[in-house]
């Protein structure tokens, strides 16, 4: 079964600094989307970036970039110039690509809470 | 465009009693998930449908069941509650089914079910 680990609970950053996010999974799946997910306290989760397990390139959304390393089975988040509204719960999700069920279901990290200090 | 709206936002039930929530998909979105979303167990998948057909189920007792409509409104329904099932409960739509590399799930903001 695929698991996803984020090892960080708390994360704090202050206000247009640089802070990385971890996340490792397992799978033995070669094809899979990892994604990172922002929840804050609306409770509505809002996807931040996705990759695709194929694309040697790190995926990039203005201030948040990856770093996937397959490998390792890493995919870390970067967020730059950090906002007080990038304050929320973050969470690392895989997908896999099999239709004997893991195509169809989000595999969810425990989460970071990521708090942006002046 | 209208985003997954789900309904009711909170509610409040008593062990043994049942509830039903209901999510509507952004327009033109054919699959649903649904996601239970606890402290201590974090978030966890219930069920997707696609075309009102059930594609895939959680790990979850068969008190958690499902259903889609022919407009691709989803309600899922939980019986005999009990305690733990306290939980913001998140439905998802997005365009096509599971497996499909385009498939981005858009989330609603859930419903917050509390069980005394």
């Known amino acids: 079964a695929q698991t996803v680990t984020q090892s960080q609970p708390e994360m704090s950053v202050q206000e247009a600094e640089t802070v990385t996010l971890s996340c490792t999974y397992d799978?033995?799946?070669?094809?899979?989307?990892l994604f990172w997910y922002k929840q804050p306290p609306s409770r509505q989760m809002i996807l931040v970036i996705r990759q695709e397990a194929y694309k040697q390139q790190n995926a990039t959304e203005n201030r948040f970039s990856v770093n996937f390393q397959k490998a390792a089975k890493s995919f870390s988040l970067k967020i730059s110039d950090s906002q007080l509204g990038d304050a929320a719960m973050y969470f690392c999700a895989y997908r896999g690509t099999l239709n004997t069920g893991t195509a169809s279901k989000l595999t969810f990290g425990t989460g970071t809470r990521l708090q942006v200090t002046l | 465009k209208a985003g997954v709206t789900q309904t009711p936002r909170y509610l409040i039930k008593t062990r043994g009693q049942q509830v039903t929530l209901s999510c509507s998909p952004i327009?033109?979105?054919?699959?649903v998930s649904w996601y239970q979303q606890t402290p201590g167990q974090g978030l966890q998948f219930l069920f997707e449908?696609?075309?009102?057909?059930?594609?895939n189920k959680g790990n979850f007792p068969g008190r958690f069941s499902g259903r889609q409509f022919s407009n691709s409104r989803s309600e899922m329904n939980v019986s005999t509650l009990e305690l733990g099932d306290s939980a913001l409960y998140l439905c998802?739509?997005?365009?096509?089914?599971?497996?499909?590399?385009?498939?981005?799930?858009?989330f609603g903001a859930g419903s917050r079910l509390t069980v005394l």
């Open positions: 998802a739509s997005s365009l096509m089914a599971g497996n499909s590399g385009a498939n981005v799930l858009t």
């Open positions: 327009s033109g979105h054919r699959s």
């Open positions: 449908y696609f075309s009102e057909t059930q594609r």
């Open positions: 799978t033995s799946e070669s094809d899979y989307y």
